[in-house]
């Protein structure tokens, strides 16, 4: 099946340090790649979602300064925390997706950062 | 609005019984595609099983299945056997035929030994 690797899996890093995670599909092209973060039993929250060769599309609440994505192509994409706090400490995870209609998401195995 | 609604929030059942988790979800449209995902401790996600709407068959995986219910927006997994592996948060996601996706908001299930 489809394959998406997200690195790294678990970060800790000092308040003020920036963050980049990368997303990358090993065995297909992404279209679209969407970012989630996630709370501690909670459901996925969507942040934003990113098509190859242009801008993401950020959900509303989400800072488009404080977590910058990029697209750059069809088997990459990043996220960047920016500056971050202990509030941004959360799981996050990408998923990608090709282009035919019923294909599912297929999720990376998440990122958990910790902000001290 | 496209919608999704899980309306257990926890579930157990005995391993080796038969579960049923419950999926309802709001479109106008009318082709769409519905998934089931299961996230186990590990925060994997991983897709289960999978039905378009096209399709009055239900969608079958080993031991799980789906009851899918076009007319009444209902889109039930059905998990026979349960193992303990199969304890995890489970999301029921909706798609139509652009790049969105829905989830609802997950049923934590637990397998009883």
């Known amino acids: 099946g489809a394959v998406v690797s997200q690195h790294p899996s678990w970060v800790i890093c000092k308040s003020g340090t920036s963050v980049k995670i990368e997303c990358r599909s090993l065995?297909?092209?992404?279209?679209?790649m969407f970012w989630y973060r996630q709370f501690p039993k909670q459901s996925l929250m969507l942040m934003a979602t990113?098509?190859?060769?242009?801008?993401?599309?950020?959900e509303q609440g989400v800072e488009k300064d404080k977590f910058l994505i990029n697209h750059a192509s069809l088997t990459l994409s990043t996220l960047t925390v920016t500056s971050a706090h202990p509030e941004d400490s959360s799981f996050y995870i990408c998923?990608?997706?090709?282009?035919?209609?019923?294909?599912?998401?297929?999720f990376g195995d998440g990122t958990r950062l910790s902000i001290l | 609005a496209q919608t999704v609604t899980q309306s257990q929030p926890e579930m157990s059942v005995q391993e080796a019984e038969t579960v049923t988790l419950s999926c309802t979800y709001d479109?106008?449209?009318?082709?769409?595609?519905l998934f089931w995902y299961k996230q186990p401790p590990s925060r994997q996600m991983i897709l289960v099983i999978r039905?378009?709407?096209?399709?009055?068959q239900n969608a079958t995986e080993n031991r799980f299945s789906v009851n899918f219910q076009k007319a009444a927006k209902s889109f039930s997994l059905k998990i026979s056997d349960s193992q303990l592996g199969d304890t995890a948060m489970y999301f029921c996601?909706?798609?139509?035929?652009?790049?969105?996706?829905?989830f609802g908001t997950g049923t934590s299930l637990t397998v009883i030994p």
């Open positions: 996601a909706f798609k139509l035929t652009g790049n969105q996706f829905y």
């Open positions: 039905q378009e709407a096209y399709k009055q």
């Open positions: 479109t106008s449209e009318s082709n769409y595609y």
């Open positions: 990113s098509n190859e060769g242009s801008k993401a599309t950020y």
């Open positions: 998923s990608a997706w090709g282009q035919a209609s019923n294909q599912p998401q297929h």
């Open positions: 065995d297909f092209q992404a279209t679209t």
